[in-house]
C-alpha cells in the first residue's frame, strides 16, 4: 500500500514539474483554461450588469447623468484646447500630431503561481509583434509583451519592465525597470542632473511606449557609479488587484 502511494506522488510531483517547465505542456493547457477562465468572467460581468440594472437603476441613472454633465463639459474644453494645438501646429509649419489610442482591457490570471508581476490579458486584436504601454488610470502599471503570441503585462517590479522616464522639474533622463522588491529603479541618469528625494518620476515618451507625463512614482534615495546616476522609486501603481487597466495602442 505505502508502495502504491510512494508512486502515486512521484506520478504526481513529475506531472507539476512538467506542466512547471515544459513550454511544450504548459502552451495547450494555458490556452484552455485562459479561455475558460475569460468565458467565466465574460458571465459574471453579465450577471452583474443585469443585477445593477434591476436593484440599482435609479441610482445608476442619476450618477450617470452627473458624469455625462462632467464629460460634455470636459469635452467642450478639450475641443477648444484640440483647436488651439492644431492652429499652434499650422503657425508654425509642424507635422506634430497628438492621437493616442487607449482601450480598457481586462486580466485572466497570473503567470505562474507565485509571481504577482506579470498577468495574462484578454486584448482584442492583439498584434503581437509591439510592446505596449500598461496604466491604471493616470498611473503607469507596467507594459505588454508577447509571450507565445499571447498578451503578457510585466508590472512595474518585474525586472524586464523597462520604460523611458523623467525625473523632477529638470526631466533627467533615465530608464526605469523593476527590481524583482517592492520600488523599481531608473538607472543611466546623466550625473549633471540635480536629483531630489520626493522628485516625482513621470513617463518621457522617447519609448514610444507611452506618452509624456504618465504618473510612475517618487525619489526615494539616490546613488552615483561610473558617471551615471541611479534612483530608487517608490511606485504611485500598487498591484493589490490587478483586474482592469488601460493599454495604450497608440501613444501619438
Same mark, same amino acid.
Given at each position: 500500500?505505502?508502495?502504491?502511494?510512494?508512486?502515486? !506522488?512521484?506520478?504526481?510531483?513529475?506531472?507539476?514539474?512538467?506542466?512547471?517547465?515544459?513550454?511544450?505542456?504548459?502552451?495547450?493547457?494555458?490556452?484552455?483554461?485562459?479561455?475558460?477562465?475569460?468565458?467565466? !468572467?465574460?458571465?459574471?460581468?453579465? $450577471?452583474? =450588469? /443585469?443585477?445593477?440594472? &434591476?436593484?440599482?437603476?435609479?441610482?445608476?441613472?442619476?450618477?450617470?447623468?452627473?458624469? /455625462?454633465?462632467?464629460?460634455?463639459?470636459?469635452?467642450?474644453?478639450?475641443?477648444?484646447?484640440?483647436?488651439?494645438?492644431?492652429?499652434?501646429?499650422?503657425?508654425? &509649419?509642424?507635422?506634430? %500630431?497628438?492621437?493616442?489610442? $487607449?482601450? !480598457?482591457?481586462?486580466?485572466?490570471?497570473?503567470?505562474?503561481?507565485?509571481?504577482?508581476?506579470? @498577468?495574462?490579458?484578454?486584448?482584442?486584436?492583439?498584434?503581437?509583434?509591439?510592446?505596449?504601454?500598461?496604466?491604471?488610470?493616470?498611473?503607469? %502599471?507596467? +507594459?505588454?509583451?508577447?509571450?507565445?503570441?499571447?498578451?503578457? =503585462?510585466? !508590472?512595474?517590479?518585474? $525586472?524586464?519592465?523597462?520604460?523611458?522616464?523623467?525625473?523632477?522639474?529638470?526631466?533627467?533622463?533615465?530608464?526605469?525597470?523593476?527590481?524583482?522588491?517592492?520600488?523599481?529603479?531608473?538607472?543611466? $541618469?546623466?550625473?549633471?542632473? &540635480?536629483?531630489?528625494?520626493?522628485?516625482?518620476?513621470?513617463?518621457?515618451? /522617447?519609448? &514610444? +511606449?507611452?506618452?509624456?507625463? /504618465?504618473?510612475?512614482?517618487?525619489?526615494?534615495? @539616490?546613488?552615483?557609479?561610473?558617471?551615471?546616476?541611479? %534612483?530608487?522609486?517608490?511606485?504611485?501603481?500598487?498591484?493589490?488587484?490587478?483586474?482592469?487597466?488601460?493599454?495604450?495602442?497608440?501613444?501619438?
Amino acid at each position: 500500500m505505502n508502495k502504491k502511494f510512494f508512486s502515486f !506522488l512521484i506520478i504526481v510531483a513529475l506531472f507539476m514539474g512538467a506542466l512547471y517547465y515544459s513550454n511544450n505542456v504548459q502552451s495547450p493547457i494555458q490556452s484552455s483554461l485562459n479561455y475558460i477562465k475569460s468565458s467565466y !468572467l465574460n458571465t459574471l460581468s453579465y $450577471i452583474d =450588469a /443585469l443585477f445593477e440594472k &434591476h436593484f440599482f437603476q435609479a441610482q445608476r441613472i442619476a450618477q450617470l447623468n452627473e458624469k /455625462l454633465k462632467n464629460y460634455e463639459i470636459n469635452k467642450v474644453l478639450n475641443i477648444q484646447l484640440a483647436s488651439e494645438l492644431k492652429d499652434l501646429y499650422k503657425n508654425n &509649419h509642424t507635422l506634430f %500630431a497628438n492621437d493616442p489610442k $487607449i482601450e !480598457l482591457v481586462r486580466s485572466i490570471s497570473y503567470e505562474k503561481f507565485g509571481n504577482l508581476n506579470r @498577468v495574462w490579458l484578454d486584448v482584442l486584436e492583439y498584434n503581437s509583434s509591439k510592446i505596449y504601454g500598461l496604466t491604471y488610470k493616470d498611473f503607469v %502599471a507596467g +507594459i505588454v509583451i508577447p509571450k507565445n503570441n499571447k498578451p503578457l =503585462a510585466l !508590472l512595474n517590479k518585474d $525586472i524586464k519592465s523597462t520604460y523611458a522616464v523623467y525625473v523632477g522639474k529638470d526631466k533627467a533622463p533615465g530608464i526605469a525597470h523593476g527590481n524583482n522588491e517592492e520600488n523599481i529603479l531608473v538607472n543611466f $541618469i546623466p550625473a549633471w542632473f &540635480h536629483i531630489n528625494e520626493g522628485d516625482e518620476v513621470i513617463t518621457s515618451g /522617447l519609448d &514610444h +511606449i507611452f506618452f509624456q507625463g /504618465l504618473k510612475v512614482g517618487k525619489v526615494i534615495s @539616490v546613488s552615483k557609479s561610473q558617471g551615471y546616476q541611479s %534612483a530608487l522609486i517608490e511606485p504611485y501603481y500598487q498591484a493589490n488587484e490587478p483586474n482592469y487597466f488601460y493599454l495604450i495602442r497608440s501613444p501619438q
